[in-house]
Structures are given as structure tokens and as C-alpha cells.
């Protein structure tokens, strides 16, 4: 089985956020250079028009994580969701796009698996194998590298406009329902 990159895409009302298509270049980016595969996942509730649009990116796969509970947004939702997926999936690391959404419900989702969060990074590099990310620190004074200490799989955020959604690489990736059971309490 191969080494996934996974990428989480955020929607409201039926529309992928811009932002997106961003985390996904950077997931295709960091895919291709370390042999992995990127791929895609969209919590909801009728997410199949969703899930259709992202599929004509170049990913492997598209995976749609749905449940009544998740039909509007609410971080413990999510967090409960995606916690599932990754258990499902064992990915080696999870993108997303730093917007409001994922501030919210992220570093739960983190904190509640024992794995690092890298937030709001604004880019990443290779190093002997070893996949490295950049983020500001002292209020955009200084930029760091940081490498996540704990096992995979880990978790990053890219500022919005790092890279750019418009530049994905096209492609037919497969649709596939995952199953999820959130709590509507």
C-alpha cells in the first residue's frame, strides 16, 4: 500500500473553498517528491457533487466521509469524522488550508490522536528524505523550520495564498465513500 498524503477540502454551500485547491497543489507538490500519493477527503452530507468537482484533480483517490450530523459544520464533528478517516486511511500526513474552519477544529483533532499540528506554515523543503516546513514566528518577523517529533501521521496547515489552487495538475481520481459515525450530540 502506498504512502498517502491526504488533503482535506473544505466546502460551504455546495462550493470548494479556493483555499482548497491550494492545500491540494501543495499535497500534490509534497506527494511527487517524496514517491507518496495524494488524495482527497470531503466531510458533509450529500457531498457528491463535491467530491465529483475535486475528482478532476490529479489525485489517487477522492473519499467522501458522510453523515446527517455533518451536514452543517461543527468542529466536534469534524474532529469525531476525521479522527475516524485517519484511523481508516493511516495516512502520513494531512493537509489543509489555514482558514477559520480548520483553526477550529484541527488542533483538536491533533491533540486527541497524539500528533503534531504544524499551523499556518509558509512552505516546506526536503532534506535528506526528511520533509521540513517553514513558519513564521515573533509575528511574521522571523520564519522557522520545524519538523513534526511525533510519528505519522502528522498535520499542517499552509497559509491561504502559499501556493496557488489554479496551478493543480488535472486528472480523474476515483470516488470512495468512507464510513463515519458522528454523535449529534
Do not use: W
Request: glycine share 8%; proline share 3%; charged share 20%.
Amino acid at each position: 500500500m502506498s504512502k498517502t498524503v491526504l488533503v482535506f477540502i473544505e466546502h460551504i454551500d455546495g462550493q470548494v473553498s479556493r483555499s482548497s485547491y491550494e492545500a491540494v497543489r501543495a499535497a500534490q507538490l509534497i506527494s511527487q517528491e517524496l514517491g507518496f500519493e495524494a488524495s482527497a477527503v470531503i466531510c458533509g452530507s450529500e457531498v457528491s457533487g463535491i467530491a465529483a468537482e475535486v475528482a478532476t484533480r490529479k489525485l489517487a483517490a477522492v473519499y467522501t466521509a458522510e453523515d446527517p450530523a455533518l451536514a452543517n459544520y461543527t468542529a466536534d464533528g469534524y474532529a469525531q469524522a476525521l479522527r475516524q478517516v485517519v484511523n481508516q486511511l493511516h495516512p502520513e500526513l494531512v493537509l489543509m488550508a489555514h482558514t477559520y474552519e480548520v483553526r477550529d477544529y484541527a488542533p483538536k483533532l491533533a491533540a486527541n490522536l497524539g500528533r503534531a499540528l504544524l499551523g499556518d506554515c509558509i512552505g516546506y523543503k526536503l532534506e535528506g528524505g526528511e520533509l521540513i516546513f517553514t513558519r513564521q514566528i515573533f509575528q511574521g518577523k522571523l520564519a522557522c523550520d520545524v519538523v513534526p517529533a511525533t510519528a505519522a501521521p502528522n498535520f499542517a496547515s499552509f497559509q491561504i495564498g502559499t501556493f496557488r489552487g489554479d496551478e493543480c495538475e488535472a486528472g480523474t481520481a476515483e470516488i470512495k465513500s468512507l464510513t463515519v459515525e458522528v454523535s449529534s450530540a
